[in-house]
């Protein structure tokens, strides 16, 4: 089923996922889940959370924070050795708990990362962490000119 990002809500909506979420760095699986909870916000291509038990590589937390207008407090985390490569919600804002202490990856910084086996696109720019795959569509925000979407 193809979905417009266009159409997810605003304030953004988590759900669960039963879909296969692979990362893949250095010939090292980093994470493997049938059980990530996916974020959905207007403008923006799916964000997998991923529980912290499905993760196989070493995690280190950074001092880096940012804080989203609806989740809460991001914490940052060097994965494997790439810098900055996810984030998370230790303490996330009420309606977004079920986010509290799951990992998300940025595609773009990992060798590869797959959605039911498909090699998924980053979002265009740094910030934003969305998955793009072949079932998305609707121009994305995260590149140049859409900073006021």
């Known amino acids: 089923?193809?979905?417009?990002?266009?159409?997810?809500?605003?304030?953004?909506?988590?759900?669960?996922?039963?879909?296969?979420?692979?990362?893949?760095?250095?010939?090292?699986?980093?994470?493997?889940?049938?059980?990530?909870?996916?974020?959905?916000?207007?403008?923006?291509?799916?964000?997998?959370?991923?529980?912290?038990?499905?993760v196989a590589a070493e995690l280190r937390r950074t001092p880096r924070q940012t804080v989203c207008e609806f989740k809460g407090l991001a914490t940052y985390w060097d994965v494997a050795g790439v810098v900055e490569a996810a984030w998370s919600y230790e303490e996330p804002n009420r309606g977004y708990e079920e986010l509290r202490g799951l990992l998300a990856f940025y595609p773009g910084r990992f060798d590869e990362c797959t959605v039911d086996g498909e090699q998924v696109l980053a979002q265009p720019g740094d910030f934003y962490g969305g998955w793009l795959t072949s079932d998305i569509t609707g121009p994305v925000k995260g590149g140049p000119g859409t900073l006021g979407w």
């Open 1 to 54: 089923m193809t979905e417009n990002v266009w159409d997810y809500p605003r304030p953004p909506r988590a759900e669960p996922s039963t879909r296969h979420i692979v990362v893949r760095h250095a010939g090292q699986v980093v994470a493997d889940t049938r059980r990530a909870v996916r974020v959905l916000e207007t403008s923006h291509p799916p964000v997998y959370y991923v529980p912290p038990a499905d």
